[in-house]
């Protein structure tokens, strides 16, 4: 008895030691909206030992405050700091997460071993893995204290089952002005193992004048990453909030961004990648259920640091060239292990898309597979979109409604003057609303592929662009636009690495922003271009109460159709070349009655304005 009694004391004492050798690491403030890391201590392994730490080990970390439960996905993380010290082997292992409930939070921890478990559908019946399986705790989170454009003074941007998204906290809808270009914008010499097929390697050094000195926490290796931050540190200084990128284009048009560990050493790559008659890097060159840790931990730090200028972060996980590549074209082992590994690494973060592809050409059934796959596995349910081929884009009315999780469209048109912008959004605005699920929707590359968006100094005004894509997508209920720069101009889809060569340009965005944000409730606004007489005017109106007119040219001629309750409404002008305040036209005051005019703009009757009518 006395023996049993001293082994059991024996195992207690062993399993508590144990117990305080794996107690976690806790990164970050302890606040709300903030990015919080637990770090774990559990087997030492390498990116390439031969028991797969990335498929053959599953961590998951469950989440409760109250009612609120997530379940978050972990990753190997080598020796935790590996953006710094490029370390490819350790015991750490990391959960991000962003809470989004000031109070006490309670977390348990699964961690699992076997084969194939991290994309298993069944994991209750799996093996322990040890080490921190089954561990609890708690931490206790506070408000945020940031304020202004920064994400975390604003919450989770969600879908609400509406037109717009809209941040969490702030419960502002959100409007995004920003670039689709260059696509391969993480082709990038300062990340690890990054590589220069083709001639493509970015260095933004056009972006060295932008980088500030608050950003230097978000630097790696004694200071690399500053161009690009710098980079996007330009972007929000002109008012614009979104940028996008692709994370795997192993086989597409630059063959520089992916995630994963090469077979061969990188200048092999960069030659067998440069033949274009020989397209199959994906399929020689790669170890496709591994990752290269320190290169996306870099990808974190330039994504974080984008989060504190108010960024959106649109993911483009695959262009038309790799979405056949992972398990050819069957999504399976490889196509679910990468969504894993990004949503685990960049999930957290509050205001993104994921899009499921550019240019996606897969078969439908597969979208659909990918699509719920990646909605079950993101416990925050971020904005769902995917992106089509410009003549392709009936493929959305197998998606819409009920018939997948997408959240939205990622529009593609075609049209070089930007003619079919406004029409598209329409369409698909209204056949998503018919469906009872609205999506939110977003044109993400107007124009010709290779005119697009020019720069300055081959279009200075850049009016069709302003006009046609820019207000006729905001005027039909888009939600946003991300400019295209062509493939057949300087600083292209490819080449591009100064943004200042559409400076002027960005101002007008940021008059578009200004107007919408201060001074419509756009939200509650519906496009109606029936209500004028015009055929180069588009209306947005919440009927009764406020109209925007948008005219493109002849605004001096325009009748509006108000309605006939008598009330008196008042009429106001903006220039969206300049920007500004509002401004008095001909006619400051209107009683409704049927189709009235507008009187004329304050000056230039050739160009084109926008005209607020508001009810007294």
Known sequence: MEQRLLILLLTFFACFSCKEQNEIRIDGELKKW????????????????????????RLDVTFKNGAKTYIIPGFYAADGNAAVTS?????????????????????????????????????????????????????????????GIDNRAKGRLQYVGESYLKFADSQKYFIKLGVDAPENLLA????????????????????????????????????????????????ASEGLNVFSFLTFNVDGDDRNIFPYLLKVPVEEYELYASIKKNKDAWGTMFHRTRFD?????????????????????????????????????VFGIEGKLYYRELIARFGHHLSMNWNLGEENNQPIEEVKKVAHYVSNLDAYNSHLVIHTFPNQDDRYAKLVGSQSPLTGASLQLSHPEFRDVHSRVLKWREKSNTTGKKWALAVDEPGKADIALLSDDEDPEHNYARSRAMWGTLMAGGYGVEWYFGYASPNSDLTCQDFRSRDM?????????????????FWDMEPNDSLTLDSVSYCFAKQGEIYVVYAESNA?????????????????????????????????????????????????????????????
């Open 34 to 57: 903030h990015r919080i890391t637990l770090n774990f201590e559990g087997p030492e392994t390498s990116e390439m030992d031969v028991d797969n730490p990335f498929l053959n080990y």
């Open 87 to 147: 370390c490819t082997s350790g015991n750490v292992w990391q959960v991000r997460f962003t809470p989004d409930t000031v109070g006490n939070w309670v977390y348990s921890v699964s961690f699992k071993k076997g084969e194939n478990i991290a994309v298993s559908q069944v994991v209750s019946g799996a093996s322990s893995a040890g080490f921190m399986d089954g561990n609890t705790g708690t931490f206790t989170v506070t408000e945020s204290d940031k304020t």
């Open 188 to 235: 990038y010499n300062d990340f690890d193992m990054s590589t220069n097929a083709l001639g493509l390697q970015k260095d933004w050094q056009p972006h060295a004048m932008d980088f500030e000195e608050r950003a230097s926490p978000y630097l790696w290796q004694g200071g690399k990453g500053k161009n690009l931050l710098g980079a996007i540190n330009y972007l």
């Open 293 to 329: 840790v320190s290169k996306l931990d870099q990808w974190e730090r330039v994504f974080e640091y984008a989060e504190t200028k108010g960024m959106f972060l649109h993911f483009k996980t695959h262009e038309t060239e790799t979405d056949h590549l992972m398990d050819k074209g």
């Open 505 to 521: 340009f960005w101002d007008q965005n940021k008059y578009a922003l200004n107007f919408f944000n201060k001074n419509i409730p």
């Open 556 to 616: 001096d001629k325009i009748k509006l159709d108000i309605g006939a309750s008598g009330n008196i409404f008042e009429i106001k002008w903006y220039d969206p070349r300049n920007g500004g305040g509002l401004q008095d036209g001909s006619i400051a005051l209107v009683k409704a009655n049927g189709s009235v005019d507008l009187g004329r703009p304050p000056t230039a009757l050739d160009k084109d304005w926008v005209i607020l009518v508001k009810r007294k």
